[in-house]
């Protein structure tokens, strides 16, 4: 009888790891996937920016974007941006940014920061080097 006690103990013991082990792993499963969600939208608004940013300004040739940032529940988008020109000036902000925009003039700027942006507006025909806020490196 000891035997058969120690047996039935040791199935319990087995069914309750094995539960353990698969909700730990759909909790991590679903956590990835969310990750993968919010990198995917993260990489769409991304694109929308910068083809906004090259229909906004002339004479662009590198965009970093970095800390972006989603309301939940879904409303609005932001970012931190820096734009490098053809004269090697750079400018750094916080930027909002919606889908539908073609151009982007928002931005979190100084009136300093906005005579600089003013004095570029315009279209930039070349390609962009893009660093996107998972590191990645891209052109558009």
């Not at 013991?13 to 969310?34: H, P, Y």
């Amino acid at each position: 009888m000891t035997k058969t006690g120690f047996t039935k103990g040791r199935k319990w013991l087995l069914i309750v790891l094995l539960l353990a082990v698969v909700t730990a792993g759909g909790i991590f499963m679903f956590s990835m996937l969310g990750k993968s969600q919010e990198e995917r939208r993260n990489r769409e608004y991304e694109i929308s920016l910068v083809n906004a940013l090259k229909n906004s300004y002339e004479g662009i040739e590198e965009i970093k974007i970095s800390n972006p940032d989603y309301t939940y529940p879904p409303g609005s988008w932001s970012c931190d941006v820096e734009i490098r020109f053809s004269d090697k000036q750079k400018i750094k902000y916080r930027i909002g940014h919606a889908l539908n925009e073609t151009q982007n003039y928002n931005g979190s700027i100084t009136n300093e920061q906005d005579d600089f942006l003013n004095k570029r507006k315009g279209i930039t025909h070349s390609v962009v080097v893009v660093y996107y806020s998972n590191d990645e490196k891209g052109t558009s």
